[in-house]
């Protein structure tokens, strides 16, 4: 059977390769941890982490709203390293969710972003993008209020997403930003 990737569908599930190293566990990965002040949503179970020493990136996963992994995507150290983002082969790319709770949560465009959102006091969901598919809606069911915090040139599909989410959750915001959360 196949997996429903939102936007594509893959014949295999995604399976964490064996060679993976669990969290931050280069300089590099430690630097990463830093800069974008990953470590204590990390150490509050918010999201998995891996090192993957064959493409040397910090990879990040994406988790199913049964808590299954069922894909990821590995951040570059450097600058120079394109792409900066790459997605693995069989990914299911699914929002990702940093949750302290269902009342109130801030919709980003990247998973780093959400993690500045977490660290501030907020439930906060990544789109990975800026864009939603209906598969994604029970990702937000549950929501009191949705803030879509877009950067400023996807005001349009920051308007695109707000009808979609219209549908499951009763009060939900456009917060246009004039500089990037992270």
Known sequence: S???TGLRASSKPFVIPDYFVDGFATVDGLKMAE???LLHAYNEGM???SYDPKLNRQVFYYVDISNNVVGAFGR???RFTRPK???YASSTK????LNRGPSKG???EDFFSAVACFSYGSSAISLSGTSIVPDYLNYFRGYDKLIIALDKDATIKALKVKKLLD???KDVVILPLQKDIK
């Open 94 to 97: 699914v929002p990702i969710i």
């Open 2 to 4: 196949s997996i429903l």
């Open 167 to 169: 549908f499951v959750c």
């Open 76 to 78: 570059a150290f450097h």
């Open 35 to 37: 800069k974008y002040n």
């Open 106 to 108: 801030v919709i980003v």
């Open 85 to 87: 983002a790459y997605i």
């Open 47 to 49: 999201f998995q982490t």
